[in-house]
């Protein structure tokens, strides 16, 4: 392991911890946005049913 002494090291634990935070959000939003694209084609097709019926 790298080890930098004093600020420089606490600047990069706070990258490190912002890009994760930053990926981590990013995959929640894309999983979010999924979810949501399968309920209205939940929706659709509870529609197109009730109109074949």
């Not at 090291?9 to 894309?30: C, D, G, N």
């Not at 399968?38 to 929706?43: A, N």
């Amino acid at each position: 392991m790298l080890f930098i002494a004093g600020r420089s090291s606490i600047y990069i634990l706070y990258l490190v911890y912002f890009l994760t935070y930053t990926i981590i959000s990013a995959i929640f939003y894309i999983i979010f946005n999924i979810f949501n694209h399968i309920e209205i084609i939940f929706d659709l097709a509870v529609i197109a049913i009730g109109m074949f019926n």
